[in-house]
C-alpha cells in the first residue's frame, strides 16, 4: 500500500477509495477527487519504483488502522446532523492583522503556523467558493468552489506578513495543482489570499523568488486571488493535530509538512528544538 503521490507506474494498481466513512471498490488507475485521499495497493505485490529500489506492500493492519482514522472523521461530521458546530471566529486584538492562506489540508496548515512567534490564534476553515457556510462533507465533493482554509491572526510587530510567506510556501508544495500528496482536489489547491495592493505585491514577490531558487522543480502554481470571505470549519477541525498526533494521517501526512516549515523558520518558532504536538 502507497501513498498516492508516490511514482509508481504499474500495471494491475488499483486504489481504495475512503469518502464518508466507506470503502469502495477498487477501480483501477484512478484516485482524483474521491475524498480526503485514496490509497494505492498493488494487490500484495512488490511494486518497482526504479531499478534499484523496490518497496514492499504495507500490511493490512495500516490499511485498517487508516480506515479508521477517516472513519472517525467523518462519524463526528454525521453525529453533527443538519446543525454542524462550527467554530467561532476570534475577535481581533489591538494591532492585530489577520492573514488567509490555503496550501491542502488545513490540518498541516493550522499546526505548522502555530508554530511562530507572535501568531495569537490559526483557525481552520474554507474560502474561496461560493456556497455560504459551507460543511466539510460539503467543501470535499469539490463542487462548492472552497479550498481548505487557515486564517491567521498574527501581530506585524512580532512576525511579518513576508515572514508569513515564508512559512506558507514552506509548508506545502505550490507546485502541484488542485492537489498536495495524496490529497487531491480542487478543495486542496494551494491559494495565497491578499487583502491590499501591499499584500498582493508581498506574494508575488514571494512567488517569485521561490521559482529563482529552484527549491521545487516546478514552478509555483499558487492562486494570488483576493480575500473575499472566510467560513470557519466544524469544531472537530480545530487544533486537530495537536488532539490526534498518533492517527495514521497526522503521523504520516501532516506532521512531516509541519516539520519542513520548521526548518525554514529558523528564530521564528515558538519553541525551539525538537517539535512535538503538546
Known amino acids: 500500500m502507497i501513498f498516492a503521490d508516490s511514482p509508481i507506474g504499474q500495471a494491475g494498481r488499483g486504489v481504495f477509495v475512503f469518502r464518508k466513512g466507506q470503502v469502495q471498490e477498487p477501480e483501477p488507475q484512478k484516485a482524483t477527487n474521491q475524498g480526503r485521499f485514496a490509497l494505492f495497493f498493488d494487490w500484495g505485490k512488490t511494486v518497482t519504483v526504479n531499478p534499484f529500489n523496490r518497496i ?3 500490511k493490512t493492519s495500516l490499511l485498517l488502522s487508516v480506515f479508521f482514522c477517516l472513519w472517525t472523521v467523518s462519524s463526528q461530521a454525521q453525529l453533527l446532523g443538519t446543525t454542524p458546530n462550527f467554530a467561532k471566529l476570534p475577535s481581533l486584538q489591538p494591532g ?43 467543501v470535499g465533493t469539490d463542487e462548492t468552489g472552497h479550498a481548505e482554509t487557515v486564517q491567521v491572526y498574527y501581530d506585524p510587530s512580532v512576525i511579518s506578513y513576508r515572514d508569513l510567506l515564508t512559512a506558507f510556501f514552506s509548508s506545502h ?15 486542496y489547491r494551494s491559494v495565497a489570499f491578499y487583502r491590499n495592493p501591499a499584500e498582493k505585491k508581498a506574494i508575488e514577490e514571494a512567488i517569485q523568488q521561490v521559482n529563482e ?12 486571488v483576493p480575500f473575499s470571505v472566510f467560513y470557519p470549519a466544524e469544531t472537530y477541525h480545530q487544533n486537530y493535530c495537536k488532539l490526534h498526533p498518533n492517527q495514521p494521517y497526522i503521523r504520516n501526512v501532516s506532521l512531516p509538512k509541519v516539520e519542513k516549515m520548521r526548518k525554514a523558520m529558523p528564530g521564528k518558532l515558538k519553541k525551539e528544538g525538537k517539535y512535538t504536538t503538546s
Not at 496548515?109 to 457556510?133: C, H, M, P, T
Not at 508544495?173 to 478543495?187: A, I, S
Not at 527549491?215 to 494570488?224: A, C, D, G, I, L
Open 56 to 58: 514492499m506492500i504495507m
Open 96 to 138: 492585530e492583522a489577520v492573514a488567509t492562506f490555503a496550501g491542502g489540508c488545513f490540518w498541516a496548515q493550522e499546526e505548522a503556523f502555530d508554530q511562530l512567534k507572535g501568531v495569537r490564534e490559526v483557525i481552520s476553515g474554507y474560502s474561496g467558493g461560493n456556497l455560504k457556510n459551507p460543511t466539510y462533507e460539503q
Open 173 to 187: 508544495d505550490p507546485t502541484t495543482l488542485n492537489r498536495q500528496g495524496p490529497d487531491v482536489g480542487r478543495d
Open 213 to 224: 531558487s529552484k527549491h521545487y522543480p516546478n514552478k509555483v502554481v499558487t492562486e494570488v
